[in-house]
């Protein structure tokens, strides 16, 4: 398990040092990377005919309800086909749900790692200087 860890920390190393001076340009680099491929992972993963169906139906049903909002009963209908169609895009779209689980939890992993924490920065005369604990009486006379 170490060996897979070095390994993935060796890639993202090696895709961040061309701009290790510019830790901004470096996330917005490996975010643009990790769309693109999230979205190729999509692609594959998933039946793209299928999915165009399954949103054209969609797409329907919704200017369907705009053509009958008058009438209740047929709305009602029309709500029912419209979550019916909704859960088959759901369906369709799980696969590549599932298969980008794994690539984005290491990606999210590594750009936190990276990215989320900021080193503390040396004040030298800073008035907010910690010199330790603080005794009762130098906290105020509402402090217990």
């Not at 999915?51 to 919704?62: K, Y």
């Not at 936190?112 to 004040?123: D, G, Q, T």
Request: proline share 6%; hydrophobic share 50%.
């Amino acid at each position: 398990m170490n060996f897979l860890g070095k390994g993935i920390n060796t890639i993202f190393d090696l895709l961040v040092l061309p701009l290790a001076g510019w830790p901004a340009l470096a996330l917005i680099f490996l975010s643009l990377l990790t769309a693109a491929a999230a979205l190729l992972i999509f692609k594959l993963a998933t039946n793209q005919k299928d999915l165009a169906t399954a949103r054209d139906r969609l797409v329907g049903h919704i200017y369907e309800m705009g053509l009958y909002q008058d009438h209740l009963s047929v709305l009602a209908r029309i709500q029912g086909s419209l979550a019916r169609a909704n859960l088959r895009y759901l369906s369709l779209t799980l696969p590549a749900l599932l298969a980008l689980l794994v690539p984005m939890v290491v990606a999210v992993v590594q750009l936190e790692s990276r990215f989320a924490h900021r080193p503390l920065e040396a004040v030298p005369d800073s008035p907010h200087r910690s010199t330790g604990h603080r005794s009762r009486s130098d906290r105020g006379p509402d402090a217990s």
